[in-house]
């Protein structure tokens, strides 16, 4: 599947969060040869968890399908730019490359932030592909947080 | 409870961890008038899942119990300094106080790399109280890593 697509799903699954009244992000676990391996929404409201990112449960969900607690050679797709505890997430899980959406300079620690993986004690950096589809995942964002005010 | 019982607690779930096989670290999440809200040890191993450090697992049940995705006025126990990824997940849940015991150099987010608390880009901060019996997490940390070499 072209990266493109796996993006498209992400976008959809931040689509979805947002309805259920999630921050709207959505993530994409895909394998190396090209399957989706896990997705998910933010449900940090519904689940009453913290950790909730979309990102993280893509990542937990990935690893119980494997049944493995290393994602080697796995990609993440994911809506917005990710924040401290996920990208920290990614790199623990040893992530090959982490495309991203929206970059968020309030909240990203990947290329904004304290920069995680380019922390000298960063032990595992993925490769980094930022802005994919963005204007689309900003809109969904600006949709969410407009209707709020 | 006093806060050394609290760490105590930690250290028993650090030594259970180990002797399960993983990297012996416990957290025990306490709430504002001192009773024992969860208390986890690492569970990446067996969990097959790269976020289980213990106080990850340890923020997520106190979550679940109180049934609230912020923790206001809970302290979080652990025995290690934690890591980006655990130290961005405690400013999340706007946890009120950290107590660690042993510094972490190489892996460590709050004294150490990225320092995370610091950054201007961290929306809460906990105070932070590092070196808790921090001889006793050492010890229990040297033992696993001796007897796996």
Redo the contacts between chains.
């Keep these: 599947m072209p990266e493109n697509d796996f993006m498209a799903l992400a976008l959809l699954q931040a689509e979805e969060a947002g309805q259920r009244g999630e921050v709207p992000v959505g993530a994409v676990l895909a394998t190396a040869d090209g399957k989706v391996l896990a997705r998910a929404g933010n449900r ?2 519904a ?6 990112h979309a990102e ?1 449960l893509a ?2 969900e990935g ?2 399908v ?6 080697e050679g796995c990609d993440l797709y994911v809506t917005l730019e990710p ?7 990614i790199s ?3 992530i090959r490359r982490l495309y991203f959406g929206a970059f968020d300079p ?4 990947v290329d ?3 920069r ?1 993986f380019g ?5 595992h950096r993925p490769e980094v592909y930022g802005g994919i589809r963005a204007p689309e995942a900003e809109r969904i964002l600006k949709g969410f947080f407009r209707e709020r005010r």
Tied chains: 1, 2.
């Design positions: 940090t409201v689940g009453r968890d913290p950790t909730a993280m990542l937990r690893a119980a494997l049944g493995a607690a290393r994602l924040c401290a505890m996920c990208a920290a997430a623990l899980a040893r309030k909240g990203g620690a904004h932030g304290p995680l922390q000298p004690t960063c032990h």
